[in-house]
């Protein structure tokens, strides 16, 4: 094998001019595509400038790099009679050339790429390493059906699905017939979130909760795979229980747009849910409060088979509704009449909004820097959840303040309420003994 030559040593641009002038040069050789030259001196026994600048033995060939500036060099070339000429790159210099040229190109695009890349895989959940993982439910965050209140014809169809799922052994004989869906219906701040939960902190199984909008993919053929992925994770733990919250977003008809990944989406859905690898195992909980918006394929029996209507309780839901809210509260007054006053202040009020009343009164005494929480803290919280907060001079402020006075048997602040119905009243509520179990009255008895 061939020994590779040597590079010729470097010398300045001086030097090389020295020698020019001199009349030491010979030929000169003007690399292609650079400003690289090559010389070789005539006579190696004389002393050169650019022998003497390059260090070990006596070279008769050097390298230098041409000034730009120096527009004249081919005159001087031809006056000193050198020959003169150009010559191909070197195929190493020319690979480095190539190569620096292909980097100047890919490194701004490099960072761009990567960009787009986690921004793809974050829209593809991952790239299909991220799985849906059952919720951590604990005692601290585990809910119960004694946590859910006012709502108990709901919470008597949903005891019977969580008795199937911790009973499957007695269900065994009729496991074809059972309910494989519910969907829970009604307006929003009723709780069907809250019963939800509480119906996976009774049954102990796992618990998928996803909103539908996880499914709403930009890029064809992922929302339909997240569904795949979901009802493969349940099939892994079951028995276990899904629940998809705001179905509407991903369970409207279809046709209705043009919107083909939803739909794709929500057939994948359909599939999963009464399809060949149907699962009696799995228990699938859906929320809606746009009943009519969804597709009749979802509603069918098979898929969800019963349908929950959660409404805004009645006066005495709203009783236990509070009862629920109050228990980590000091209150001044009776808890029981506390509760039987503000469900009378509050008709049509939901269960978030019973939870702000109490929220706001809480608020309220801590402002006051007061200990305990008493019914006008309650009542202003009232008044706040229904008109906001700048309520003073309203109707329903007046109405409050009349309440107010009602109960605390202050009848002289009422126009045209007789004395002895004041004190009648005084003498109802005097005390919590004597309020304990004592419906109040909107008006004089």
């Known amino acids: 094998m061939a020994a590779v030559k040597a590079a010729p040593p470097t010398a300045m641009y001086s030097a090389f001019l020295k020698d020019l002038k001199a009349g030491r040069i010979s030929s000169v050789r003007f690399e292609e595509g650079s400003t690289r030259l090559v010389y070789d001196l005539k006579d190696v026994s004389a002393k050169s400038a650019s022998a003497s600048a390059t260090a070990g033995r006596v070279r008769t060939t050097f390298q230098t790099k041409r000034l730009m500036g120096d527009l004249e060099l081919m005159k001087k070339l031809e006056k000193a009679g050198v020959e003169f000429g150009a010559v191909p790159a070197a195929v190493s210099r020319m690979a480095s050339r190539g190569m620096f040229t292909v980097l100047a190109m890919w490194l701004p695009i ?35 059906f004694r946590d859910v209140a006012g709502v108990e014809d709901a919470k008597a169809e949903l005891f019977e699905l969580v008795q199937i799922m911790k009973n499957s052994d007695k269900y065994k004989n009729v496991r074809g017939r059972l309910p494989s869906g519910c969907l829970l219906v009604g307006p929003p701040g009723t709780g069907k979130t809250l019963l939800a939960r509480a119906v996976a902190g009774e049954s102990g199984v796992s618990f998928f909760p996803v909103a539908a909008s996880e499914f709403v993919e930009l890029f064809v053929g992922r929302g339909a795979a997240r569904v795949r992925e979901l009802f493969a994770e ?71 088979t019963r349908r929950v209507f959660v409404g805004p309780p009645s006066q005495q839901g709203r009783a236990q509704i509070l009862g629920v809210h109050l228990r980590g509260l000091d209150l001044e007054e009776d808890v029981d009449v506390v509760c039987d006053v503000i469900s009378r202040a509050t008709p049509g009020f939901t269960g978030a909004e019973l939870a702000n009343v109490c929220n706001e009164a809480a608020l309220l005494s801590v402002r006051d820097e007061r200990q305990f929480v008493s019914i006008d803290d309650l009542l202003d919280g009232v008044s706040r959840t ?60």
């Open 110 to 144: 490099i960072p761009l790429i990567i960009i787009m890349r986690n921004a793809i895989n974050r829209q593809q959940g991952g790239g299909g390493k991220k799985r849906k993982k059952a919720a951590d439910i604990n005692e601290q965050n585990k809910v119960t």
């Open 234 to 304: 349940a099939r892994k733990s079951q028995p276990a229980i899904i629940f998809i919250d705001e179905l509407d977003a991903v369970g409207s008809r279809r046709g209705a747009g043009l919107n083909e990944e939803r739909d794709q989406t929500l057939n994948q859905l359909l599939v999963e849910m009464d399809g060949f690898s149907k699962d009696q195992s799995i228990l699938i909980l859906a929320a809606t409060n746009r009943p009519d918006a969804l597709d009749p394929a979802l509603l069918r029996p098979g898929r969800l």
């Open 386 to 445: 229904k008109d906001g907060i700048a309520t003073s001079g309203n109707k329903a402020d007046a109405m409050f303040r009349e309440l107010r006075s009602r109960f605390m048997g202050n009848y002289k602040d009422i126009p045209g309420s007789p004395g002895d119905v004041a004190n009648g009243i005084k003498e109802k509520f005097g005390s919590k003994e004597k309020a304990q179990g004592v419906p109040i009255s909107m008006g004089p008895s």
